[in-house]
């Protein structure tokens, strides 16, 4: 199978993130998923193939779910640039035409379950980022409600969590709040339609950006494989890491490399790695019914 890695069309370059090609087009980008996969910030030398439009068709399907609670910048095919017409096969469900916005510098990170680094923060001191937790709570325990967990959106290097205080001297009161409630009401919204599904939705991250008249917006990707981290419900046990439909199994693998010390460049993956990541990518999206 091949992948595609990288992109060269025949248009502004807007940026290059780790697994996504950008194009100006004016007032909107076309965002291209390419099949690269990224972990601890570092781009893997191996695609997954299909990833890309996987990861699109994923997206799609959520921005379509969670339309009625905040509006999103997908705009389909709607602007589809001309010069891209011999492109069209090829770039076929890996690309999408989206409002360009002004991005906040913020993640909006929501946790449904203790797991990755909201547990480690927890065994330090019984809190994550800011928010106290019960004492005596394990490993992939359910909290008792859902917490909003804001990190930084660090153009190099790694992101940083913060507490909501930190958040709102970042992009004030108001606009914390709505970010907040908003993410809260996402995390929801998606947990409630995993459940029906067997899947727990354990965390997952929104990213949000303002519109040219000050709206508030979802950009990026939202409740993908990528972004959030599933567990297959039946395998759910607290005290140890469930099972999971996510990228948690490249980074479970990455663990055991001792010569790796998470800084690029990343290694080489084996074979059973690269199918182990597609075919959880591709069992969760045919749990949702999407088609890729």
């Given at each position: 199978?091949?992948v595609l890695?990288?992109?060269?069309?025949p248009l502004?370059?807007?940026?290059?993130?780790?697994v996504r090609?950008v194009?100006?087009?004016?007032?909107?980008?076309?965002i291209?998923?390419t099949?690269?996969?990224?972990?601890?910030?570092c781009?893997?030398?191996?695609?997954?193939?299909?990833?890309?439009?996987?990861l699109?068709?994923?997206?799609?399907?959520?921005?379509?779910?969670?339309?009625?609670?905040?509006?999103n910048?997908?705009?389909?095919?709607?602007?589809?640039p001309?010069e891209?017409?011999?492109?069209?096969?090829?770039?076929?469900g890996r690309?999408?035409v989206?409002?360009?916005t002004?991005?906040l510098?913020?993640e909006?990170?929501?946790?449904?379950?203790?797991?990755?680094?909201?547990?480690?923060?927890?065994?330090v001191?019984?809190a994550?980022?800011?928010?106290?937790?019960?004492?005596?709570l394990?490993?992939?325990?359910?909290?008792?409600?859902?917490?909003?967990?804001p990190?930084t959106?660090a153009?190099?290097?790694h992101?940083?969590?913060?507490?909501f205080?930190r958040?709102?001297a970042v992009?004030?009161?108001?606009l914390?709040a709505?970010?907040r409630?908003?993410s809260l009401?996402l995390?929801?919204r998606?947990a409630?339609?995993?459940?029906?599904?067997g899947i727990?939705?354990?965390?997952?991250?929104f990213?949000?950006g303002l519109?040219?008249?000050g709206e508030?917006?979802?950009?990026?990707e939202a409740l993908t494989?990528d972004?959030?981290r599933?567990?297959?419900a039946e395998?759910?046990?607290?005290?140890?890491?469930?099972p999971s439909?996510?990228?948690q199994?490249?980074?479970?693998?990455?663990e055991?490399?001792?010569?790796?010390?998470?800084q690029?460049?990343a290694?080489?993956?084996?074979?059973?790695?690269?199918?182990?990541?597609?075919?959880?990518?591709?069992?969760?999206?045919?749990?949702?019914?999407?088609?890729?």
């Amino acid at each position: 199978m091949s992948v595609l890695l990288s992109t060269d069309l025949p248009l502004p370059i807007f940026r290059r993130g780790k697994v996504r090609d950008v194009y100006d087009l004016g007032s909107q980008l076309l965002i291209v998923a390419t099949d690269r996969i990224s972990a601890f910030d570092c781009v893997m030398p191996e695609g997954i193939p299909d990833k890309g439009r996987i990861l699109t068709a994923v997206a799609s399907y959520w921005m379509a779910e969670t339309a009625d609670l905040v509006p999103n910048h997908f705009r389909g095919n709607r602007g589809w640039p001309a010069e891209l017409e011999t492109y069209r096969e090829a770039l076929a469900g890996r690309a999408v035409v989206v409002e360009k916005t002004r991005p906040l510098p913020i993640e909006c990170v929501v946790r449904g379950y203790l797991a990755g680094s909201g547990w480690k923060e927890y065994q330090v001191d019984g809190a994550v980022c800011g928010v106290p937790l019960p004492p005596g709570l394990r490993l992939a325990d359910r909290l008792p409600e859902p917490i909003f967990t804001p990190s930084t959106k660090a153009e190099e290097g790694h992101d940083e969590n913060i507490s909501f205080d930190r958040m709102v001297a970042v992009v004030g009161d108001g606009l914390a709040a709505r970010l907040r409630d908003l993410s809260l009401a996402l995390y929801r919204r998606g947990a409630e339609l995993a459940a029906q599904r067997g899947i727990l939705l354990a965390d997952t991250k929104f990213e949000f950006g303002l519109g040219a008249d000050g709206e508030l917006i979802l950009i990026d990707e939202a409740l993908t494989p990528d972004s959030s981290r599933y567990w297959l419900a039946e395998g759910w046990a607290p005290g140890k890491n469930p099972p999971s439909l996510d990228k948690q199994f490249l980074r479970d693998y990455l663990e055991t490399l001792p010569d790796w010390d998470k800084q690029p460049p990343a290694p080489h993956l084996p074979e059973a790695i690269v199918t182990g990541i597609r075919v959880r990518y591709l069992d969760l999206a045919a749990r949702f019914g999407v088609k890729i």
